[in-house]
Each structure stands twice: as structure tokens, then as C-alpha cells.
């Protein structure tokens, strides 16, 4: 008679991605990130392109900005200046440099030599995107970090699309910062509410809050990171 194996203390595989945590299923066994978590990926990944697209442009650049000139008289008009929320993400630093890094990282875990040079940011993104769409599968059995990597892609398609989708907001009022914990930190997104509705949807972690009952939930979290915050400085 064989002895069967103890089970005591065993603890099912889980994908790494933070806010996922799914056991993993049998046919996964050996991945770091579970498949949904790689198809949503793909998607983000092949939809940046075309996110870069759109808010490389004068109209996304001035869209909102105000023109200093305004209500003046005189024969030279200001330029308006750019949005630098918009500037941020289509800049030097801005996606095509996030993207690098993770190509960088994947690149080195791999021990292939560190992508050349691939000019600016509109000629360098869809390079980026390919490569990371062509190792993503490699990532997500084999490369451990894989999960925080998946974080900062969807957290900046997350940026891009609120921006490119960003509709006039009438009757919206400042309610404090998102406090989900987002890899040990705190989202920190601005919250926006209209004065028309009880729901709040941060446009970058993607949670809601709906209702008197969450919303209490809302704001004992914004307290409870406030305090820690303060705690941390004194």
C-alpha cells in the first residue's frame, strides 16, 4: 500500500498579475499569468497604435486648453498651449518610452541584445507594440516580473483611452483620489462625480462605486489613505 501525499499547506498556482489573482487552471499549470489576462494584453497592446494616432494632434493637444488671449484685443494672437496631460503621454517620455522599458526588460530576461534605436515616438510605438505582441506568450509562461508589466500596459491604455474618449463634463465636481491599492500604492486618479448621479468610475484602475452604501466605502478608504499618507511624512 502506497502513502498518498499530503496536501497540507499546498497552495494552488495563482496568475501574478495584480487585481487578477486567479488559480490558474490545470491546462495553465507552469504559466506566471493566467490566459484572460494575456488576451486582454493583446488587445491593449495592438490598440496603443492607434491610441498614439489620436492624441498625436493639434485638436487632442488643444482640446479644453484655454487660449491666454482670450477676451483680449490686439493684432497678435497667443498660441494656445498643449494639453500637458496629452503632451505627457505622446512626448519622448510618454508611451513609446513605456513601452521601451518593458521591450528593454523582456529583451535582457531573454539575454538578447537591447533594441536599437527607432526614431520618434510615432515611428517607434508600432516596433514596441509588435515585439511585445510577438513575446507576449513567452512572458506569460516564462518571465516571472510578467505581471507588473501587464499592470503598467493596462493602466496606460487605461490613460490614453479616458483622454481619447474624454467627453465635455457638465455638472462634475472634484470628490477626492482613487484609493484602490494599485502594486502597494494607491491609484491616486482624480475622482469626478456629476451632481446628477450617485455612481463615480476612476478612468485609469477602472473601479466604480454606485450607491450611498459604496460611496461611504469611497470615502472611508480616501480617509484611511490620508492617514497613512500623513503618518508616512511626520
Not at 533594441?115 to 513575446?135: K, Q, V, Y
Not at 483611452?161 to 502594486?183: F, H, N, R, S
Not at 478612468?203 to 499618507?229: H, I, K, Y
Request: charged share 25%; hydrophobic share 35%.
Amino acid at each position: 500500500m502506497h502513502d498518498q501525499p499530503s496536501l497540507d499547506g499546498y497552495e494552488w498556482p495563482v496568475c501574478v498579475t495584480p487585481r487578477c489573482k486567479r488559480q490558474l487552471w490545470i491546462a495553465e499549470a507552469g504559466r506566471w499569468a493566467c490566459r484572460p489576462c494575456e488576451d486582454a494584453t493583446a488587445t491593449r497592446i495592438s490598440e496603443l497604435p492607434a491610441l498614439f494616432r489620436r492624441l498625436d494632434t493639434t485638436a487632442m493637444l488643444t482640446r479644453g486648453a484655454r487660449n491666454p488671449g482670450a477676451g483680449t484685443t490686439g493684432s497678435r494672437t497667443p498660441p494656445i498651449p498643449p494639453r500637458l496631460d496629452v503632451l505627457n503621454l505622446v512626448g519622448p517620455g510618454g508611451i513609446a518610452a513605456r513601452l521601451r522599458d518593458i521591450e528593454d526588460a523582456w529583451r535582457s530576461a531573454l539575454s538578447w541584445t537591447i533594441a536599437p534605436w527607432r526614431g520618434n515616438p510615432a515611428e517607434a510605438i508600432p516596433h514596441h507594440a509588435r515585439f511585445l505582441t510577438d513575446n507576449l506568450l513567452w512572458a506569460c509562461s516564462s518571465y516571472e516580473s510578467v505581471g507588473q508589466d501587464i499592470a503598467d500596459l493596462r493602466r496606460l491604455h487605461a490613460q490614453c483611452k479616458a483622454l481619447t474618449e474624454q467627453k465635455p463634463k457638465t455638472g462634475q465636481v472634484k470628490i477626492g483620489l482613487c484609493p484602490v491599492q494599485i502594486d502597494d500604492q494607491p491609484c491616486g486618479t482624480q475622482l469626478t462625480a456629476s451632481t446628477r448621479s450617485f455612481k463615480t468610475t476612476c478612468p485609469t484602475c477602472d473601479t466604480s462605486w454606485e450607491g450611498e452604501q459604496q460611496w461611504r466605502v469611497l470615502r472611508r478608504a480616501q480617509e484611511q489613505v490620508t492617514a497613512e499618507t500623513a503618518q508616512t511624512a511626520a
